[in-house]
């Protein structure tokens, strides 16, 4: 049986495990993952006019104005592996991109399937987070409670030491869910009030996570 395309855009806080549900996602519908920051890397390592200009504002620590991701992102749905649909991680990131997103799909004569959010409450999403280590040797990951090594600090693997990445600190995790949690909250009201808003519970494995994003999915099309 054919599938029908489907697109999406994927919302979830830091350490809500998208990105591994994206790949599931990506690879069961035969549809591209498009991130921002591939998106980003792409134009600026191939020299692109957008490119470049996304380069000047990042080299000088700056946040890239919507009007250049915007773009980048409308070339990149024009591409012809679009045909049959898309997830879009890390876009959008605000109102404003929404809203730009949804006229150029109406301009199309297209729209959103959903908006599917991986919800983990915060004090969840802290304790898998500030307890990850990573042996910067081998690249072996690890979580102190749910994935310990067998000698503490010691990477089972090649024998060297493992850390904890500035990324996994608890001050730095509070204040990425805090600025997620600012930024996101007006784009989840912007998909709840196009009735385009669709959950599930992050907290459960994998697997599971995976299973009721595709009934959510079976029943956008």
């Not at 549809?31 to 890397?41: E, L, M, V």
């Not at 997830?87 to 908006?115: I, K, M």
């Not at 959950?199 to 029943?219: H, P, W």
Request: with cysteine; charged share 25%; proline share 5%.
């Amino acid at each position: 049986m054919e599938m029908m395309p489907v697109k999406i855009v994927l919302l979830g806080p830091p350490g809500a495990g998208k990105g591994t549900q994206a790949k599931s996602i990506s690879n069961r519908y035969s549809i591209p993952h498009i991130s921002t920051g591939d998106i980003f890397r792409k134009n600026i390592s191939e020299e692109t006019p957008l490119g470049i200009e996304a380069k000047t504002y990042i080299d000088n620590g700056q946040l890239v104005p919507d009007e250049v991701t915007i773009n980048m992102v409308k070339d990149r749905l024009t591409w012809e592996d679009c045909k049959n649909g898309y997830l879009l991680d890390g876009f959008p990131r605000t109102v404003a991109q929404a809203e730009a997103l949804q006229e150029f799909l109406a301009g199309r004569n297209e729209s959103l399937d959903t908006a599917l959010c991986i919800e983990v409450p915060s004090d969840f999403i802290l304790e898998r987070m500030t307890g990850r280590r990573v042996c910067l040797s081998c690249g072996a990951s690890y979580h102190v409670k749910f994935n310990p090594p067998a000698v503490d600090g010691v990477c089972d693997l090649c024998g060297d030491n493992i850390i904890q990445r500035k990324d996994d600190v608890e001050e730095t995790v509070k204040e990425r869910l805090d600025v997620y949690e600012r930024q996101t909250q007006p784009l989840i009201d912007f998909y709840k009030g196009k009735n385009l808003l669709s959950t599930v519970d992050g907290t459960k494995a994998i697997n599971e996570v995976f299973e009721g994003i595709c009934e959510i999915l079976g029943s956008v099309n």
